[in-house]
């Protein structure tokens, strides 16, 4: 069983940078595929971005591609979520999920993840 806990959210001015942290535990961190969601008030959850098992794959919503960037640190469990040039709209609960994954994958798909973290607040204010 696989515990996330995510960090970093937080209120920034549109433009902006945050880095959100998702330390992983209970579980073997390079054996999992991870992705970040984020849901905004009154809106169904939404992918913004996936990394495969080594960090060599990485994959982004088109809302987010050029903006955000992800990464991840093994030997410290954790996955980062990069967020530059914060709009608005990007204000949102933001997920990390975690998969278990015995191949190069990444996933796009919120109903392949088996763990999510309680989300952290992010607030961009205009």
């Known amino acids: 069983q696989v515990q996330l806990v995510e960090s970093g959210g937080g209120l920034v001015q549109a433009g902006g940078s945050l880095r959100l942290s998702c330390v992983a535990s209970g579980g073997t961190f390079s054996s999992y595929a991870m992705g970040w969601f984020r849901q905004a008030p009154g809106k169904e959850r939404e992918f913004v971005s996936a990394i495969n098992w080594s960090g060599s794959r990485t994959y982004y919503a088109d809302s987010v591609k050029g903006r955000f960037t992800i990464s991840r640190d093994n030997a410290k469990n954790t996955v980062y979520l990069q967020m530059n040039s914060l709009k608005p709209e990007d204000t949102a609960v933001y997920y990390c999920?975690?998969?278990?994954?015995?191949?190069?994958?990444?996933?796009?798909?919120?109903?392949?993840?088996?763990?999510w973290g309680q989300g952290t607040q992010v607030t961009v204010s205009s």
């Open positions: 999920a975690a998969e278990w994954t015995t191949g190069s994958y990444y996933y796009t798909a919120m109903n392949v993840y088996d763990y």
